[in-house]
């Protein structure tokens, strides 16, 4: 049961993974629409606010997926110099200790993004986009790094 799982939520993170690439994709486009815009002398109102946000969420969206293929800071250093022994258990509070974390963020931006949706806050930007909707895909992107990190954690239990 739990290879099956294992199995999509990998899936998952790559698929995630490939929504961050979309992003930046889209981050590069808008940026040369916008230099292509002065060249030419015309305006298009909120590509710089829509950049930033197709950066955010191509930020959290890549979190679980670069997690998984190892790109994240990791403290691989440190642990090479332990025991056995003791390496499993602090990889285990590590991981603990960052799904706490990982937790905790996703937690807040959920709440962050219910309460911008309930209020129907606008952005400060020229075009007054609602701002609930770039920040779902932060949300979801922190969402799926807890269950990301909570996953390693139960796989490093399970598998030692």
Not at 30 to 54: A, D, H
Not at 70 to 98: D, M, N, P, Q, S
Not at 146 to 153: A, G, R, V
Request: glycine share 6%.
């Amino acid at each position: 049961m739990f290879k099956i799982l294992d199995k999509s939520l990998n899936k998952v993170y790559k698929l995630s993974g490939y929504i961050a690439a979309f992003f930046l994709i889209l981050v590069a486009i808008f940026i040369l629409i916008g230099i292509s815009s002065r060249i030419f002398n015309f305006y298009i109102r909120g590509l710089s606010e829509y950049s930033g946000y197709c950066m955010a969420a191509s930020s959290f969206f890549a979190l679980s997926y670069t997690f998984i293929e190892g790109g994240h800071i990791r403290i691989t250093l440190f642990l090479e110099k332990v025991a056995t022994t003791k390496k499993y258990i602090l990889e285990i509070w590590c991981l603990f200790i960052t799904s706490l974390f990982s937790l905790f963020l996703a937690f807040y931006f959920l709440k962050m993004l219910f309460i911008s949706y309930g209020f129907q806050e606008r952005s400060e930007g020229a075009d007054e986009l609602l701002i609930w909707i770039p920040q779902t895909s932060v949300a979801l992107g922190s969402t799926l790094f807890f269950i990301c990190i909570l996953h390693q954690l139960i796989k490093k239990i399970i598998y030692k």
